[in-house]
Nanobody, 124 residues
Framework: QVQLVESGGGAVQAGDSLRLSCAAS????????MGWFRQAPEKEREFVGL???????YYADSVEGRFIISRDNAMNTVYLELHSLKPEDTAIYYC??????????????????WGQGTQVTVSS
């Protein structure tokens, strides 16, 4: 069992930056694929990016070059840095953990555990 707790959200202006954290409890954190998703009001949950156990990353086109995912396996924490924020980035941001990588990390269904989410609001 893995529990995930996100933090670091807030209300910012367009162009600002934020860093979200996702702290994980439980064993074998380093073996998990860690994903970030977001969900805006009345929209489906959207893939943001992921990091594999070795630290490699993959991003959605909409955030490539603006968002950075990193992980600290010693601290059981994964981070999402958001830069050059836009109003359309406004959403609840969720981290998720997958014990098995089926190659479909852009789909929520691959993930076994989810955090409660943290709100990011970007005003123009």
């Amino acid at each position: 069992q893995v529990q995930l707790v996100e933090s670091g959200g807030g209300a910012v202006q367009a162009g600002d930056s934020l860093r979200l954290s996702c702290a994980a409890s439980g064993r074998s954190f380093s073996n998990y694929v860690m994903g970030w998703f977001r969900q805006a009001p009345e929209k489906e949950r959207e893939f943001v990016g992921l990091t594999w156990s070795g630290g490699s990353t993959y991003y959605a086109d909409s955030v490539e070059g603006r968002f950075i995912i990193s992980r600290d396996n010693a601290m059981n924490t994964v981070y999402l840095e958001l830069h050059s924020l836009k109003p359309e980035d406004t959403a609840i941001y969720y981290c998720a953990a997958a014990g098995v990588d089926n190659g479909l990390g852009f789909r929520p269904s691959m993930y076994d555990y989810w955090g409660q989410g943290t709100q990011v609001t970007v005003s123009s």
